[in-house]
């Protein structure tokens, strides 16, 4: 259930820094009124131009005050960014307060999604177990509040980016990338891209309700076009 939108042929940042503000506000109403430790979870520097790293800088400087805020990229089986690349896309956040995600080594399996509901969900393309494998900060430290800074944009996988891709891809571990994404190609790419409900993000889906359910989150969900400019918006 959406807690609030705002549509507009252009968005200023004065509006961005007021509806971030308006999202913490109803995150403290909604799930910790007094946060102590904040994970944020945008997108890394393929994305920069969504505006994402520069909202993440604005969340963090609300919490940062009263909270121990940190920060994963969710670089997937992206290369880890370097400390030019944090500045350029998340500003003035420190350096330290930053984490990159470790896909090979820095995991933790929780369990799997099973090879029926795979088959039936792929109807027929796939038919093995897809492992849950997520990030081990993620999973074994206590966060009072989870955010997720994404960008929706048409995804070859899933249909499209963002939402609980972010765990299950941006912050997961190797067997499970590999299944989950052998899983999508055997459906058929074709299949999948532009599409809101595919048999991967089916498979997600249910992994999030069986296995996230206690995590503290929501989606702040940035969706961009070209104005008469021809610039992104």
């Given at each position: 259930m959406p807690w609030f939108s705002e549509t507009a042929p252009e968005i200023s940042w004065q509006r961005l820094e007021e509806l971030m503000e308006r999202a913490a506000?109803?995150?403290?109403d909604r799930i910790c009124q007094h946060p102590k430790r904040v994970l944020l979870l945008p997108p890394d520097?393929?994305?920069?131009?969504?505006?994402?790293?520069?909202?993440?800088?604005?969340l963090y400087h609300h919490f940062a005050p009263q909270a121990e805020v940190h920060v994963i990229p969710t670089l997937g089986q992206h290369v880890p960014h370097t400390p030019e690349q944090n500045r350029?896309?998340?500003?003035?956040?420190?350096?330290?307060r930053i984490h990159a995600h470790d896909w090979r080594?820095?995991?933790?399996?929780?369990?799997?999604?099973?090879?029926?509901?795979?088959?039936?969900?792929?109807?027929?393309?796939?038919?093995?177990?897809i492992p849950v494998v997520l990030n081990r900060m993620l999973m074994e430290e206590p966060w009072d509040l989870v955010i997720h800074v994404?960008?929706?944009?048409?995804?070859?996988?899933?249909?499209?980016?963002?939402?609980n891709k972010n765990y299950f891809i941006g912050l997961g571990g190797k067997e499970m990338i590999c299944a989950s994404h052998m899983?999508?190609?055997?459906?058929?790419?074709?299949n999948n891209l532009g599409t809101l409900i595919t048999?991967?993000?089916?498979?997600?889906?249910?992994?999030?309700?069986?296995?996230?359910?206690?995590l503290p989150d929501f989606y702040i969900q940035i969706v961009m076009a070209r104005n008469e400019e021809d610039r992104l918006v």
């Open positions: 506000a109803e995150a403290r520097i393929t994305r920069a131009h969504s505006g994402a790293g520069r909202l993440t800088e604005i350029r896309m998340f500003g003035s956040i420190p350096l330290e080594g820095g995991c933790v399996r929780l369990g799997q999604i099973d090879a029926d509901f795979v088959r039936d969900s792929t109807r027929g393309a796939a038919d093995w177990p994404g960008h929706v944009v048409p995804h070859e996988v899933l249909g499209f980016a963002n939402h899983a999508a190609a055997c459906y058929g790419i074709e048999p991967l993000r089916a498979c997600f889906n249910k992994a999030e309700e069986q296995y996230l359910r206690h």
